[in-house]
């Protein structure tokens, strides 16, 4: 017989009378509407971290390799100008072979440095990884933003849900409150008004 009732009530409520809980009912969609885009944007930053950590990675493994390279250059300079200062039988021939290795060397170390034509020297990878921490910073803030968005609007879903059950409007109101909030924090997730900090 109780489902009589409910289909009853579910009949009468069809033919236009009021329904006192189709307004919770409502909050609580767009509630749900509002988790499944935090839940997208959430995992689209995800995913930006994920990459900068590669990319990032790759960077810094560049950077340290030019390092070592420029610093085996400097030694092999080193060594050269002694030997060519030294007053050792070397012949014009061989001196000027020996000082355009030197010269060539010093030219890759610069290069190696700063390379403006292929954008591959250490001050321009540290350019290119300065902008991929710079947005794996933002992206952190971002997803943090939609974890707490996230967190926010379930609880306000919960909230309303019970506030149906119970008849108690402190918790219609509190998730009222909790949704809005959780709804700025998404807003936030998207646009990045403010950072959280923890």
């Known amino acids: 017989m ?16 009021k329904n006192p809980h189709a307004i919770k ?10 988790l499944s885009l935090a839940g997208l944007g959430g995992a689209e930053e995800i995913k930006i971290i994920a990459a900068g950590n590669i990319i990032e990675s790759n ?15 400097q030694d092999s300079i080193e060594q050269l100008e002694i030997h060519l200062s030294a007053s050792s039988p070397l012949t014009v021939i061989e001196k000027n072979n020996l000082e355009k290795i030197v010269t060539n060397k010093k030219t890759e170390m610069r290069l190696l440095d700063s390379n403006i034509d292929k954008k591959d020297g250490k001050k321009e990878i540290e350019f290119k990884l300065s902008k991929v921490q710079h947005e794996k910073k933002l992206a952190k803030a971002k997803n943090k933003s939609f974890e707490y968005g996230e967190a926010l609007l379930q609880i306000a879903i ?19 409150l909790v949704g809005g909030f ?5 807003l936030n997730g998207f646009f990045l008004f403010f950072t959280i900090s923890t």
Do not use: C, H, N, P
Not at 26 to 33: E, P, T, V
Not at 182 to 186: C, L, N
């Open 2 to 17: 109780e489902v009589e009732k409910t289909s009853e009530a579910i009949i009468k409520v069809g033919d236009g009378e």
């Open 25 to 34: 009912a409502l909050m609580i969609s767009l509630f749900a509407l509002v």
């Open 59 to 73: 960077y810094q493994t560049m950077t340290e390799f030019r390092s070592l390279r420029q610093s085996l250059l």
């Open 158 to 176: 919960i909230l309303v849900s019970t506030s149906i059950i119970s008849a108690i409007g402190g918790l219609l109101l509190g998730g009222v």
């Open 182 to 186: 959780g709804i700025a924090a998404v």
